[in-house]
């Protein structure tokens, strides 16, 4: 490792045990591999994407993303090709990034740092980290303080608001859903209630039978580059359902809202105002209307 990578090492290990501050300066500015596309999204938000030397594949946006020399995807890395581009400290997501991959890296001796989301309110405190990691901490402050404001405008504005049941079809075949907490955070945010929010798995695998019986008012189909075809089932055979019923199937683009950087919150502006149509479509409709369509159901 470079001299460099050892104060590095050094700084990031005092910094995230106690909560110091470090910053680099511009001539140091380390040299990043990340193994994330939320967490390249959001190095470039704070303006470092000339820090990043070597990524995985969908690290799309923005698009000088695409500029960045791949090393490989999510689940397989080129470690030779990481070895010979001496990166400083590699950004990783314990999320996603397998405990294998994350144990050979440590092996090689490389500082690893996490950029794993599981609540809203760690984005801007990610970004604040990669700001002291990378030396442009007061961009990562703006962002941050701009991502609070956002969020928390978005929660006054919806979450408030009469509930509206959700079903979030993230894979047709199998049929999976979400539970996943972040995920939840966002629902409820806008004033819905995931029809599925309390199973065991995050993203659990669901029979038709039980999204039909559970009567959703919206049924939310993400679309992003890698998932298997969303129209393979036909939600319009089951005109008993309020969302069918209603025309509330509903696409959003899923990167918006799958990966845990700033975007997010556009994703959920997004969602918030699909289930506020619905919410409002609802209301204007007689109890006569509605109790109809709970009958034809149970």
């Known amino acids: 490792m470079s001299k460099l990578s050892s104060l590095l090492a050094f700084y990031l290990l005092v910094c995230l045990t106690l909560g110091c501050s470090f910053s680099a300066s511009a001539e140091d500015q380390p040299r990043l591999v990340v193994l994330s596309p939320h967490a390249v ?30 090393i490989g995807r999510y689940d397989f890395i080129d470690y030779e090709a990481v070895m010979l581009l001496q990166p400083d400290a590699i950004i990783v997501n314990s999320s996603t990034t397998s405990a294998l991959m994350l144990a050979r890296l440590k092996e090689l001796g490389f500082t690893l740092i996490d950029s794993s989301v599981s609540e809203l309110k760690q984005i801007p405190q990610r970004l604040l980290e990669l700001g002291e ?35 979030y079809q993230v894979w047709p075949m199998p049929l999976t859903t979400t539970a996943s907490s972040w995920m939840n955070e966002i629902f409820v945010g806008c004033g819905a209630n995931n029809v599925f929010a309390n199973s065991v798995s995050e993203y659990p695998q ?15 189909k993400p679309v992003y580059h890698g998932n298997s075809n969303q129209e393979s089932i036909n939600w319009a055979e089951w005109p008993e ?18 990966r845990t950087g700033p975007r997010v919150l556009k994703g959920m502006q997004q969602v918030c105002e699909k289930v506020a149509l619905a919410r409002a ?18």
Request: aromatic share 6%.
């Open 41 to 70: 999204e959001m190095i470039f938000e704070i303006g470092a994407g000339d820090t990043i030397i070597g990524t995985v594949e969908y690290a799309d946006y923005p698009n000088e993303a695409n500029q960045i020399y791949r």
């Open 241 to 258: 359902v309020p969302a069918v019923a209603n025309k509330q199937i509903i696409t959003i683009e899923g990167d918006l809202v799958h």
């Open 206 to 220: 669901v029979s038709l039978e039980q999204v039909l019986s559970l009567t959703p008012e919206v049924i939310i």
């Open 281 to 298: 479509q609802k209301q204007s409709q007689k109890p006569s209307e509605l109790n109809h369509l709970k009958a034809a159901v149970q």
């Open 133 to 167: 990691l990378t030396g442009h901490r007061a961009q990562a402050k703006a962002s941050a303080e701009k991502f609070n404001h956002t969020l928390k405008k978005l929660k006054q504005t919806y979450q408030d608001q009469a509930h509206i049941d959700l079903f």
